[in-house]
């Protein structure tokens, strides 16, 4: 498979993630004490749908035997990704929320999250999502034509500087062809333990940086999906999709308004 992709298919990656973020938006725009994480699903899906893009995260197997039931990929306070969005759990004041969605939209797929609070939150929380988004920023400055997949985890890791753990146990990937797709993009300073990769023109990259007020181990829940922090200690994660080309760095997913 082609690690890159033309310039016309990242015209609809384009369009994919304007209306992928639209969707996000919407979602976003929702959150507030009381609601059921389902109903902000609903309130994606029908976004995607009425764009005329399709959710690629429900039915999804990921290698796994159990398809992902729901839009959005919903995980609250200690899950870190993969939360079942189908769920009727109800926001309470002070949590915190990560809602990732992905859409096929013009046969390619792009894929984005955020995170964010649920009415006021502690500042303990408020700075952990904070650094997560600049410590997503930092890992799209990293991205330079002739550069290295591995330079994007060294600034992630550098922003974090030690203050919070760093999720290893996932990474994040190229999109576009399929959801997940090579290459693997870790969002840690990978070393020698991770191969030399080549940023070139035409790469379209999903950078997503998960970070734990505590340590960086996880496990999954019973569903065979969620994936939270072992240590029961909070977590956010936020991911763009950005395409690399000989113009530069364009992020195809903008980030979500949220006050934070
Ligand atoms: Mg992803």
Known sequence: MSLTKTSTEIDALRRGGLL???ALQAAVDAVKPGVTIRSLDA???????????????????????????????????????????NRNLVLKEGD????????W???????????????????????????????????????????NIADIGD???DAVDGRYGIVTALVGHGVGHKVHEPPHIPNYRAGKA????????GMVLAIEPMLTTGDSDVTTGDDGWTIKTL??????????????????????????????
């Open 20 to 22: 992928l973020s639209q």
């Open 43 to 85: 309130i994606a899906t029908e976004v995607i749908e009425k764009g005329g893009g399709k959710p690629s995260f429900r039915g999804y197997k990921a290698g796994g035997s159990i398809p992902f039931p729901s839009t959005v990929c919903i995980s609250v306070n200690d899950e870190i990704v993969h939360g079942l969005g």
């Open 96 to 103: 915190i929320v990560g809602l990732d969605i992905g859409l």
């Open 105 to 147: 939209l013009e046969n390619l797929a792009t894929d984005m999250a955020v995170t964010v609070p649920v009415g006021n939150v502690s500042q303990e929380r408020l700075a952990l999502i904070r650094l997560t988004r600049d410590a997503m920023y930092a890992g799209i400055d990293a991205v330079k034509l002739g550069g």
């Open 155 to 157: 600034a992630v890791e």
């Open 194 to 201: 991770f191969p030399t990769v080549k940023i070139v023109s």
């Open 231 to 260: 240590d029961g200690s909070d977590a956010a994660h936020f991911e763009v999709t950005i395409a690399v080309t000989e113009a530069g760095v364009e992020i195809l997913t903008p980030q979500p308004k949220v006050r934070i």
